[in-house]
C-alpha cells in the first residue's frame, strides 16, 4: 500500500531519503513514524533506516554528526533540520539482555527489520510513502494487535525492556497483546531485572498515559512483571483493587500519573519521596507529586484552606483537579482557579513588605526576621491582613514587640 500525502514531519526527511536513494542506496522511514501515520496518530520523531554504510552516509551529506556511529547512526544537518539515520543492521551476543554485544552493519532491509520488536514496528514506507510489510505487520496495525517479530522469546531475551514496550504499546495504542506473545511475557519476566530503572519508568509512565491504562496495569499483575517493579511490588493487593475501579479519564501528564497512583496506594509524604527516589525521579517531580497529592486529598476532604492553593501553585492545581476527576469526582478545575486567582498574593515577591523596610522599623535582622516575614505571608494569605505596607509594618511591630514582652 501507499499512502498517499504524507504528513508534514516527512517533508524535509523525503528529501534526505531521495539524496540517499539518488546514490544507488536504500533508504526508508521507520519504527513508530510510520505505525503512527497508519494509524492517524501525531508522529515526533522520524526515524531513517538505510543500507548504506555509516561512511557512505557522511560522504553524501556536507553536514553530519557521529552521534552513534558504532551502532551505525549518523545524524545529518540538511535545510537547517536534524535527522538519524542509521545503518540496516543485526545484533548479536545480548548477554546481559539489555543490548547486543555486537552489531553488523548490512545492506539488507528484511535483516534489519526482523530484530524489531513488535510487527507494528517492524513496517518500513519509502519516500514516495509505499509501505513495505514483511511481517504482517498491517495485518496486525488493522486487527490491534501488538505481536513479537518472529520468536517472542528471543526477542525479550534480546532487550527485556521490551516485555514493558509490549505492554507500554498495549495501553498507549489500546491494542491487544497476542497470547504466544503475552505468554512470553509471563516466562522471561524474570529478566526484567536486568533493566535499568530509567528506562522501565519511560514506559511505565507511558503505559498510564495511554488509552488503556487499567488494562496494562492488569497485565502488569497478571505476568507479574510487577515483581521487578521497586516499591509497587510491594503493593500489588492494593493495585488489583486499583485496575477493579473505574478510572474516569485518561492521566494527561507524569505528575498526574503517580500523584493518581499515590492517592490510590494511600502514600503520604514520606511514602511518594521514597518511591520515587526508588524510581530515580528528579526533584521536580517529586516535589510536584507530593504537592499536588496534598491538594487532592485536602479537595476530596472538601477542606482546601488558602495557604495550600497558594503553595500548589495554578499549574498544579489543574493536575490536582484533573486527578480528583480520574478518581471519578466532579471537575472543579474552573472553580479552583477563581479562588486561585482572587488571592491577595500570588508569591512572597508579591508581599508589600521585605525583610529590609522590617530591619529599618527597628526589628532586628536573624531568624526571628524570616519567622515573622512567614507569618506575615501567611496571614495575608489567608486574608486575616490586608497586603499594604503600612498595616504590614504595624502588625509587624506589634508582634515582634509581643514575642519581646512574652
Ligand atoms: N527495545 C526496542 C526499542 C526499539 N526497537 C525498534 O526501534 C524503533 C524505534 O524505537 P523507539 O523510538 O523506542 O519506539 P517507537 O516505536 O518509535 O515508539 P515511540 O512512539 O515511543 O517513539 C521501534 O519502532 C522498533 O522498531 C526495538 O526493536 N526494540
Ligand atoms: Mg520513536
Same mark, same amino acid.
Given at each position: 500500500?501507499?499512502?498517499?500525502?504524507?504528513?508534514?514531519?516527512?517533508?524535509?526527511?523525503?528529501?534526505?531519503?531521495?539524496?540517499?536513494?539518488?546514490?544507488?542506496?536504500?533508504?526508508?522511514?521507520?519504527?513508530?513514524?510510520?505505525?503512527?501515520?497508519?494509524?492517524?496518530?501525531?508522529?515526533?520523531?522520524?526515524?531513517?533506516?538505510?543500507?548504506?554504510?555509516?561512511?557512505?552516509?557522511?560522504?553524501?551529506?556536507?553536514?553530519?554528526?557521529?552521534?552513534?556511529?558504532? +551502532?551505525?547512526?549518523?545524524?545529518?544537518?540538511?535545510?537547517?533540520?536534524?535527522?538519524?539515520?542509521?545503518?540496516?543492521?543485526?545484533?548479536?551476543?545480548?548477554?546481559?539482555?539489555?543490548?547486543?554485544?555486537?552489531?553488523?552493519?548490512?545492506?539488507?532491509?528484511?535483516?534489519?527489520?526482523?530484530?524489531?520488536?513488535?510487527?507494528?514496528?517492524?513496517?518500513?514506507?519509502?519516500?514516495?510513502?509505499?509501505?513495505?510489510?514483511?511481517?504482517?505487520?498491517?495485518?496486525?496495525?488493522?486487527?490491534?494487535?501488538?505481536?513479537?517479530?518472529?520468536?517472542?522469546?528471543?526477542?525479550?531475551?534480546?532487550?527485556?525492556?521490551?516485555?514493558?514496550?509490549?505492554?507500554?504499546?498495549?495501553?498507549?495504542?489500546?491494542?491487544?497483546?497476542?497470547?504466544?506473545?503475552?505468554?512470553?511475557?509471563?516466562?522471561?519476566?524474570?529478566?526484567?531485572?536486568?533493566?535499568?530503572?530509567?528506562?522501565?519508568?519511560?514506559?511505565?509512565?507511558?503505559?498510564?498515559?495511554?488509552?488503556?491504562?487499567?488494562?496494562?496495569?492488569?497485565?502488569?499483575?497478571?505476568?507479574?512483571?510487577?515483581?521487578?517493579?521497586?516499591?509497587?511490588?510491594?503493593?500489588?493487593?492494593?493495585?488489583?483493587?486499583?485496575?477493579?475501579?473505574?478510572?474516569?479519564?485518561?492521566?494527561?501528564?507524569?505528575?498526574?500519573?503517580?500523584?493518581?497512583?499515590?492517592?490510590?496506594?494511600?502514600?503520604?509524604?514520606?511514602?511518594?519521596?521514597?518511591?520515587?527516589?526508588?524510581?530515580?525521579?528528579?526533584?521536580?517531580?517529586?516535589?510536584?507529586?507530593?504537592?499536588?497529592?496534598?491538594?487532592?486529598?485536602?479537595?476530596?476532604?472538601?477542606?482546601?484552606?488558602?495557604?495550600?492553593?497558594?503553595?500548589?501553585?495554578?499549574?498544579?492545581?489543574?493536575?490536582?483537579?484533573?486527578?480528583?476527576?480520574?478518581?471519578?469526582?466532579?471537575?472543579?478545575?474552573?472553580?479552583?482557579?477563581?479562588?486561585?486567582?482572587?488571592?491577595?498574593? +500570588?508569591?512572597?515577591?508579591?508581599?508589600?513588605?521585605?525583610?529590609?523596610?522590617?530591619?529599618?522599623?527597628?526589628?532586628?535582622?536573624?531568624?526571628?526576621?524570616?519567622?515573622?516575614?512567614?507569618?506575615?505571608?501567611?496571614?495575608?494569605?489567608?486574608?486575616?491582613?490586608?497586603?499594604?505596607?503600612?498595616?504590614?509594618?504595624?502588625?509587624?511591630?506589634?508582634?515582634?514587640?509581643?514575642?519581646?514582652?512574652?
Amino acid at each position: 500500500m501507499r499512502i498517499e500525502n504524507l504528513p508534514a514531519a516527512f517533508v524535509d526527511a523525503q528529501r534526505v531519503l531521495q539524496v540517499i536513494e539518488q546514490h544507488g542506496y536504500e533508504a526508508y522511514f521507520v519504527g513508530g513514524s510510520v505505525r503512527d501515520t497508519l494509524l492517524h496518530l501525531p508522529i515526533h520523531d522520524v526515524d531513517l533506516a538505510t543500507s548504506a554504510y555509516p561512511a557512505e552516509v557522511k560522504q553524501l551529506f556536507a553536514c553530519t554528526i557521529d552521534t552513534g556511529i558504532e +551502532h551505525g547512526t549518523v545524524t545529518v544537518r540538511y535545510h537547517r533540520h536534524s535527522f538519524e539515520i542509521t545503518t540496516f543492521r543485526t545484533e548479536s551476543g545480548y548477554q546481559d539482555y539489555r543490548r547486543p554485544d555486537q552489531v553488523t552493519f548490512v545492506r539488507s532491509l528484511q535483516a534489519d527489520l526482523m530484530r524489531r520488536d513488535f510487527t507494528v514496528n517492524a513496517l518500513a514506507m519509502r519516500e514516495n510513502g509505499e509501505v513495505i510489510d514483511l511481517f504482517h505487520g498491517l495485518s496486525d496495525l488493522q486487527a490491534h494487535i501488538i505481536r513479537a517479530v518472529g520468536d517472542p522469546d528471543h526477542r525479550f531475551r534480546e532487550d527485556a525492556l521490551r516485555m514493558m514496550r509490549a505492554v507500554r504499546f498495549g495501553s498507549q495504542l489500546d491494542f491487544t497483546i497476542e497470547p504466544v506473545t503475552l505468554a512470553a511475557i509471563q516466562t522471561n519476566r524474570a529478566l526484567l531485572a536486568k533493566i535499568a530503572i530509567e528506562r522501565i519508568h519511560v514506559e511505565f509512565v507511558k503505559m498510564l498515559l495511554g488509552l488503556a491504562p487499567l488494562r496494562g496495569l492488569q497485565q502488569m499483575l497478571t505476568t507479574h512483571l510487577l515483581d521487578y517493579l521497586p516499591v509497587l511490588n510491594q503493593f500489588g493487593k492494593q493495585l488489583t483493587e486499583v485496575v477493579n475501579r473505574p478510572l474516569a479519564q485518561q492521566l494527561a501528564n507524569e505528575t498526574q500519573v503517580w500523584s493518581w497512583l499515590a492517592v490510590n496506594l494511600g502514600w503520604e509524604a514520606p511514602q511518594i519521596q521514597s518511591a520515587l527516589h526508588a524510581w530515580k525521579s528528579s526533584k521536580q517531580l517529586t516535589l510536584a507529586v507530593t504537592k499536588v497529592t496534598a491538594a487532592v486529598h485536602a479537595l476530596l476532604e472538601q477542606h482546601l484552606t488558602n495557604w495550600q492553593l497558594y503553595q500548589t501553585g495554578a499549574v498544579r492545581l489543574t493536575d490536582a483537579a484533573q486527578v480528583a476527576v480520574a478518581l471519578g469526582h466532579p471537575d472543579q478545575t474552573t472553580a479552583l482557579q477563581q479562588r486561585y486567582q482572587e488571592l491577595p498574593i +500570588h508569591s512572597k515577591h508579591d508581599l508589600a513588605i521585605n525583610g529590609n523596610q522590617l530591619i529599618q522599623s527597628g526589628i532586628k535582622p536573624g531568624p526571628a526576621l524570616g519567622h515573622l516575614l512567614n507569618s506575615l505571608e501567611h496571614q495575608v494569605v489567608a486574608g486575616t491582613i490586608a497586603n499594604e505596607t503600612k498595616q504590614l509594618l504595624a502588625a509587624a511591630n506589634q508582634q515582634s514587640e509581643a514575642k519581646k514582652a512574652w
